[in-house]
């Protein structure tokens, strides 16, 4: 859970996190922030906020896609339902055996 903090004027601060990284990851977010001429904790914050977006675009990409499929399955259903049944009269003359 973030938690907040008041400054010295009264007035709460962003919501604040404490993340515990590998020694090499450090280093490498370290090498990103000095490139981008960041802190490091800014440069976290930027690519925090990438994730983020990057994982609700996905999210929601799979869920449009499970809901065109639904919606598939739905329409299909929908349209065998519609069909008129039909009689057969008698055996069908000649049955054809589909070989792989």
């Known amino acids: 859970m973030a938690t907040r ?3 010295s004027n009264g007035k709460q601060k962003s919501p604040r996190i404490q993340v515990v990284l590998p020694e090499d990851l450090c280093e490498r977010l370290s090498e990103l922030a000095e490139k981008e001429s960041r802190t490091v904790s800014n440069m976290a914050k930027v690519l925090i906020q990438e994730g983020v ?10 869920s449009k896609e499970l809901e065109i499929k639904k919606n598939k399955t739905e329409n299909f ?6 069909q008129k049944t039909q ?3 008698g055996i ?5 055996f589909k070989r792989n």
């Open 92 to 96: 069908p003359k000649r049955l054809k």
């Open 87 to 89: 009689r057969l009269k």
């Open 5 to 7: 903090q008041n400054s």
């Open 53 to 62: 977006k990057q994982h609700e675009f996905k999210e929601s990409s799979v």
């Open 77 to 82: 259903i929908n349209a065998l339902e519609r």
